[in-house]
């Protein structure tokens, strides 16, 4: 993932020049639906590689288009407080997030349940992305 993510996050970079950020973002969640239905369907080495490779680029993508989208959407008077916010869900959202994954294992006795009911989280970012044109100055 990380082999992959650091090249990739280069790149990201002469995209946003080209692409409005937010069309990019919307790309990023159509990604991570990728990988989740990826992992959803992994059950051999070579799927796990895939899922991987497909999670390295869209994270790449991932960490610079924010960091264009925080400025650019919220301007840059309060974006050290707008960041400390995001960062704490962030960090809120790692350290509970395994949560529902080992409920549903201990449910269910696997993660197909949990997966596709994560999936809805990319779809509504997409649409998110899709409807969050750029404020005007």
Avoid: C
């Amino acid at each position: 993932m990380a082999i992959m993510g650091f090249p990739v996050a280069m790149i990201t970079g002469f995209i946003l020049e080209r692409v409005k950020s937010h069309m990019v973002l919307a790309v990023v969640f159509l990604g991570e639906l990728i990988f989740l239905f990826v992992l959803q369907n992994t059950y051999s080495i070579k799927f796990a590689i895939l899922f991987g490779f497909i999670w390295g680029v869209v994270g790449g993508f991932e960490r610079i288009t924010l960091n264009i989208i925080w400025p650019n959407y919220f301007g840059r008077k309060h974006i050290g407080s707008i960041k400390g916010v995001a960062m704490t869900a962030t960090v809120l959202g790692s350290a509970f997030g395994p949560l529902p994954f080992g409920v549903a294992y201990d449910m269910f006795g696997d993660y197909t349940q949990i997966i596709y009911i994560m999936m809805i989280f990319p779809v509504l970012g997409i649409i998110a992305s899709l409807i969050a044109t750029p404020p005007q100055k």
